[in-house]
């Protein structure tokens, strides 16, 4: 059975090559083709992330380039300018479909900042509360080669761990993985199925160091284990694939399925689970134990009665019962110093409170494990 058939939100990739049909420019019926999918997907009700290639393609096309440039700033004007096609090309096929979008450019600085990444994650699970797909690409026209992502396969699998999405498909231009190049050994054996992180997988793609794995199939093989460590499954498959993502859905096994070791509940939890030092606590009444312990919800901050602590947003902090247990741990949503002035008060008066409206939870009972 196919991840995907129990997976109610996916984020989807495609390489340059199926975008831009081999580097000729944005492919408008490839791009019709997996919106119609996506659309059906959507109606299905589930929630869906595009993270797609091919912005310096289209950009040469329209600029008229043969060649793929090497300098940094041509590349980058390259990207700029094919970012266009690229959006319009989704947001016409899309809306063709009844799916509105939403382009969403990401820089490895946006995930690696606490205060962005939180930003980013909030941006993307509003537009897919209100049935927006984003389209999702590196944002070339910022970054240097320090910055990088490096490929789009790791950042489908980061913008996987950051929505907390149940799968990852991977589609390219080969049918999945192979236990060697098909191209050059005709005793090449098909992998249909494999843990995400197997070391073996690696060896076989070359390793780490290899160019036989440069920006092929070792890239999303790391991508795989990646996204593996929030719990989702990763499927490689071949993106001309009549029907993939439909029939991938239905349960049809297409592809290179990479299954995650940890669900992806236990795998975000046993992450809490596992912060020896909390930066902060808060101390809850007895109302609010009732709501986390015996009816399984948020923790609202009119519950709280006391915080302490200088924490961030984002933060793994403790939850205490009134004698001073250790109740639950879970992600703030709220600094310390906010969490002070919004603390036995209702969500009502938080824009006056802190000049913003924001989060009704102190902690969602989404990011927050019972001890």
Do not use: C
Not at 179 to 193: H, T, Y
Not at 298 to 317: A, M, N, W, Y
């Amino acid at each position: 059975m196919s991840l995907l058939s129990s997976a109610r939100r996916i984020v989807v990739k495609v390489g340059s090559s199926l975008v831009t049909n081999e580097g000729r420019g944005v492919d408008a019926e490839a791009i019709a083709n997996w919106s119609r999918q996506l659309a059906a997907l959507a109606a299905e009700g589930r929630e869906l992330v595009m993270v797609s290639s091919g912005a310096i393609a289209e950009g040469m096309k329209r600029l008229g380039w043969t060649t793929r440039p090497k300098e940094l700033h041509e590349l980058q004007a390259a990207a700029a300018v094919g970012q266009m096609g690229l959006a319009q090309m989704y947001e016409s096929q899309l809306s063709a479909h009844g799916l509105h979008s939403a382009q969403v450019l990401l820089t490895h600085a946006d995930l690696a900042d606490r205060e962005r990444y939180l930003n980013a994650r909030s941006t993307l699970l509003t537009l897919m509360a209100h049935r927006v797909l984003p389209v999702i690409n590196e944002n070339d026209t910022v970054v240097n080669d320090e910055i990088k992502f490096g490929d789009n396969d790791t950042l489908g699998a980061l913008v996987a761990n950051l929505v907390e999405a149940d799968a990852l498909v991977i589609l390219t231009d080969q049918r999945g993985l192979y236990s060697a190049d098909p191209r050059k050994d005709p005793n090449a054996r098909f992998i249909d199925n494999a843990q995400a992180g197997d070391p073996e997988l690696e060896l076989m793609a070359g390793g780490a160091g290899s160019s036989i794995g440069r920006g092929g199939m070792l890239t999303k093989i790391l991508a795989a284990k990646r996204a593996a460590g929030s719990g989702a499954g990763t499927v490689i498959a071949w993106g001309r694939e009549p029907d993939v993502l439909l029939r991938l859905a239905r349960g049809e096994a297409i592809g290179t399925a990479l299954h995650a070791a940890t669900a992806k509940l236990q795998a975000r939890k046993q992450w809490m689970v596992d912060h020896l030092q909390m930066r902060g606590a808060v101390t809850v009444d007895p109302g609010a134990v009732t709501k986390l312990r015996g009816e399984g919800k948020s923790l609202l901050p009119i519950g709280v009665t006391e915080v302490q602590g200088d924490f961030h947003r984002g933060d793994v902090i403790a939850v205490l019962a009134p004698d001073g247990t250790e109740l639950a741990r879970g992600l703030a949503n709220y600094s310390g110093a906010e969490s002070r002035l919004i603390a036995r008060k209702p969500s009502s008066e938080f824009e006056s409170l802190l000049g913003y409206a924001a989060e009704p939870e102190l902690i969602h009972r989404d990011n927050l494990v019972l001890r």
